[in-house]
């Protein structure tokens, strides 16, 4: 890990630079596999599956025998543990309904906004070297309790044909309708067009590698909506001298095991921290058993040194990572100057892993900076608002010639006209 001390401003952005690849090939890719899967249907995601997977399907669809042999294979602690989380994370969402608002803006003109559900959505859940099934109760949660009226998941099949059995008890739990075999970018060009087999959703949530980031970016141009952009996992730690150096090395690490192109930032104070933190996580590193992974992504992650929390801060909001743990003596009055940031962790015993799977905040966030203007996934993001108005003989009074006015400054005639009939009408009845 690089070591940045007291960096200067140059040095702050370099520090606050995520690695990055070149995406021109990779969208020509990616673009011939969705180009395909939108003309042939299930037999181009059956084909995909063999190149890719290295799978031979007959069918996409998991069937019930399929989810009951899942429920026999999960045992009865990690169920446990799953009911657990979903209470949790039920409870945090289920608190964020919208109660919508009604009221007279002129009078006789009565608006007022209410929330619908987005009818069709469809959960890309990752199944590689890492089965996200607390991903599944993360955005299917939500979901069920929006009142989504089909959720859709697609997941890659293991080498035998079948789904990690904890991803579909997870589904079982948290209300998914409907669950297929497919994983990459065939499952989101899946979702996107629709096939014989997958129904086509109007948006499409969910993590995946660069390939699946990316497909979700294309046929969010023209075909279906998506939850947030997103690149690789990453989290920052700011910390002082009374941080434990055995739990910043283990937050680190936490998120460095992701993937290889992870990133990781410690921001402090304590330059003895600094040091043994560094120490540390050489130490715990030996032991993971995503070794190999978490040191790459090491290669490119950040130790800073600075003199005062106000300059921690500063460097934080710049950075907008996707995940904030605040381990210093004041972490809760910090946490209330963070500006950028996806979800925060406060205090020594707070690690970002209760977050990402059974404290009840979600754990789908924006990555990448994109936390300066993206929210992270809560129950909003399965839901639209559609506002109303009414307008009665008053309300013309109140505001037609106001909206005349407008129309024929801004030269749209047929739109003043809209208006002025009623009005004359109106007139007339009157006289």
């Given at each position: 890990?690089?070591?940045?001390?007291?960096?200067?401003?140059?040095?702050v952005r370099?520090?606050?630079t995520r690695?990055?690849?070149?995406?021109?090939?990779?969208?020509?890719?990616?673009?011939?596999?969705?180009?395909?899967?939108q003309r042939e249907g299930?037999?181009?995601?059956?084909d995909?599956e063999?190149?890719?997977?290295?799978?031979?399907?007959?069918?996409?669809?998991?069937?019930?025998a399929?989810?009951q042999?899942?429920?026999?294979?999960?045992?009865?602690e990690?169920?446990?543990?799953?009911?657990?989380?979903?209470a949790?994370?039920?409870?945090?969402?289920e608190a964020q309904?919208?109660?919508?608002i009604e009221?007279?803006?002129?009078?006789?003109?009565?608006?007022?906004?209410?929330?619908?559900?987005?009818?069709?959505?469809?959960l890309?859940i990752p199944?590689g070297?890492?089965?996200l099934?607390?991903?599944?109760l993360?955005?299917a949660?939500p979901?069920?309790?929006?009142?989504?009226?089909?959720?859709?998941?697609?997941t890659?099949?293991?080498?035998?044909?079948?789904?990690?059995?904890?991803?579909?008890?997870?589904?079982?739990?948290?209300?998914v309708?409907r669950?297929f075999?497919a994983g990459?970018?065939?499952?989101?060009?899946?979702?996107?067009?629709?096939t014989?087999?997958?129904p086509k959703v109007?948006?499409?949530?969910g993590?995946?590698n660069q390939?699946?980031q990316?497909?979700?970016?294309?046929?969010?141009l023209?075909d279906?909506a998506?939850?947030?952009?997103a690149?690789?996992?990453?989290?920052?730690?700011i910390?002082?001298a009374t941080?434990?150096?055995v739990?910043?090395?283990?937050d680190?690490?936490?998120q460095?095991?992701?993937?290889v192109d992870?990133?990781?930032?410690?921001?402090t104070?304590?330059?003895?921290?600094?040091?043994?933190?560094?120490?540390?996580?050489?130490?715990?590193l030996?032991v993971?058993?995503r070794k190999?992974?978490?040191?790459?992504a090491?290669?490119?992650s950040r130790?800073?040194?600075v003199a005062?929390?106000?300059?921690?801060?500063a460097?934080?909001?710049?950075y907008?990572?996707e995940?904030l743990?605040?381990?210093t003596?004041?972490?809760?009055?910090l946490a209330?100057?963070v500006?950028?940031?996806?979800?925060?962790?406060?205090g020594?015993?707070t690690?970002e892993?209760?977050?990402?799977?059974a404290?009840?905040?979600n754990h789908?966030?924006p990555?990448n900076g994109?936390a300066?203007?993206?929210?992270?996934?809560?129950l909003?993001?399965f839901?639209?608002?559609?506002?109303?108005?009414?307008i009665?003989p008053e309300g013309l009074?109140?505001?037609?010639?106001?909206?005349?006015?407008?129309?024929?400054?801004?030269?749209?005639?047929?739109?003043?006209?809209?208006?002025?009939?009623r009005?004359?009408?109106?007139a007339?009845?009157?006289?």
């Amino acid at each position: 890990m690089k070591i940045y001390k007291f960096p200067n401003d140059a040095e702050v952005r370099e520090l606050i630079t995520r690695p990055t690849k070149d995406a021109a090939d990779l969208s020509a890719l990616v673009s011939q596999v969705l180009a395909r899967i939108q003309r042939e249907g299930d037999a181009a995601v059956l084909d995909y599956e063999r190149q890719f997977d290295h799978v031979e399907l007959t069918s996409l669809a998991v069937t019930e025998a399929e989810f009951q042999a899942a429920e026999a294979q999960v045992g009865p602690e990690l169920k446990s543990a799953l009911e657990l989380a979903h209470a949790n994370i039920a409870r945090f969402h289920e608190a964020q309904r919208y109660a919508g608002i009604e009221l007279e803006t002129a009078p006789g003109v009565r608006c007022w906004q209410r929330s619908v559900p987005i009818e069709k959505v469809g959960l890309y859940i990752p199944g590689g070297t890492a089965p996200l099934f607390s991903t599944v109760l993360m955005l299917a949660t939500p979901a069920r309790i929006a009142g989504c009226r089909e959720i859709v998941l697609c997941t890659p099949p293991r080498p035998d044909g079948t789904v990690n059995p904890a991803i579909l008890v997870a589904a079982r739990i948290a209300g998914v309708s409907r669950v297929f075999k497919a994983g990459g970018v065939q499952a989101i060009g899946a979702m996107a067009y629709g096939t014989e087999s997958v129904p086509k959703v109007y948006k499409i949530f969910g993590p995946g590698n660069q390939f699946v980031q990316c497909a979700k970016q294309l046929v969010s141009l023209a075909d279906v909506a998506i939850d947030l952009p997103a690149g690789p996992s990453e989290v920052e730690v700011i910390a002082d001298a009374t941080a434990n150096p055995v739990f910043v090395a283990a937050d680190l690490l936490s998120q460095a095991e992701h993937g290889v192109d992870s990133q990781v930032l410690l921001v402090t104070t304590s330059e003895q921290l600094l040091r043994d933190v560094q120490a540390e996580v050489d130490r715990q590193l030996q032991v993971l058993p995503r070794k190999e992974i978490a040191a790459a992504a090491l290669d490119h992650s950040r130790l800073v040194l600075v003199a005062t929390m106000d300059e921690a801060l500063a460097i934080s909001n710049r950075y907008a990572p996707e995940h904030l743990i605040i381990e210093t003596a004041d972490a809760e009055a910090l946490a209330a100057q963070v500006t950028n940031a996806g979800s925060v962790f406060i205090g020594h015993l707070t690690p970002e892993s209760a977050g990402d799977y059974a404290s009840g905040t979600n754990h789908t966030l924006p990555t990448n900076g994109y936390a300066t203007a993206y929210s992270g996934v809560n129950l909003d993001a399965f839901c639209r608002k559609i506002t109303y108005q009414h307008i009665t003989p008053e309300g013309l009074q109140s505001i037609g010639q106001a909206v005349e006015l407008m129309a024929a400054a801004e030269q749209l005639d047929a739109h003043r006209n809209a208006m002025a009939v009623r009005r004359q009408n109106l007139a007339k009845n009157n006289s």
